[in-house]
């Protein structure tokens, strides 16, 4: 069973900051945070990934809080192409290699 | 930039049919996944592969399914005998590491399979 919780969906207009929050209370010491992108009839897109604090890359930035129970996707100034669903991630165990996706939050952008 | 390529992009056959998807991961990746998304329905795990064998498998994942990696480049997911309710769009995936240990997931763009 996928072990963290997301809104179900979300709206956005062009230009604006985009802030999806995961829940994720039972994360263990060596589990990492990933978030994937997926737009329809196409397989899932990694965007981010970290483990603590706040991890930045040139498509968005991941913000942890120490207790990491938590964690926050932003996308800054989205326009109609970022609408898609995306996912967060707990590797849950660390010595798993699979990836139990949730339902996920779809992001609507609108012009 | 290297990806992972599925094919048949998209494949139609008869209940109790058997067939074969195939996956060409990204070459220097060790770990492999099957994972299927039924439509409207979220992405579920099948399967992954490591050392030429099954490292986890879910509840999905039974008899009727198999992997295997034939050769240097391949990997595909064979089902034995087609039920209605293996329609859905299977992803292929690959990655160089553990996921979860700094390890990035990689997916193809699916293959769709329509069991009538």
């Known amino acids: 069973l996928a072990k963290t919780t997301q809104p179900i969906s979300m709206d956005s207009y062009e230009g604006q900051e985009v802030n999806i929050t995961c829940s994720h209370n039972?994360?263990?010491?060596?589990?990492?945070i990933t978030w994937y992108q997926q737009f329809p009839s196409q397989g899932p897109r990694f965007i981010i990934q970290g483990y603590k604090t706040k991890v930045t890359n040139e498509v968005a930035s991941l913000f942890i809080p120490a207790d990491r129970k938590s964690s926050t996707l932003s996308l800054p100034r989205v326009s109609l192409s970022d609408t898609a669903v995306y996912y967060c991630l707990v590797d849950y165990g660390g010595a798993t290699n699979k990836l139990i996706f949730g339902t996920g939050t779809l992001l609507a952008v609108q012009p | 930039e290297p990806e992972v390529t599925q094919t048949p992009s998209h494949q139609v056959t008869q209940m109790g049919q058997e067939v074969i998807l195939r996956c060409v991961p990204i070459s220097n990746h060790l770990y492999f996944y099957w994972y299927r998304q039924i439509l409207g329905q979220k992405v579920e795990f099948l399967v992954s592969f490591y050392n030429n064998e099954i490292s986890e498998k879910s509840e999905i994942f039974d008899d009727q399914f198999s992997v295997e990696r034939p050769d240097g480049s391949n990997f595909t997911l064979k089902i034995r005998s087609t039920k209605l309710e293996d329609s859905a769009m299977y992803f292929c995936?690959?990655?160089?590491?553990?996921?979860?240990?700094?390890?990035?997931?990689?997916f193809g763009e699916g293959s769709r399979l329509t069991v009538l």
């Open positions: 039972n994360i263990a010491t060596n589990d990492y």
């Open positions: 995936a690959s990655s160089e590491d553990e996921q979860g240990n700094t390890g990035e997931l990689f």
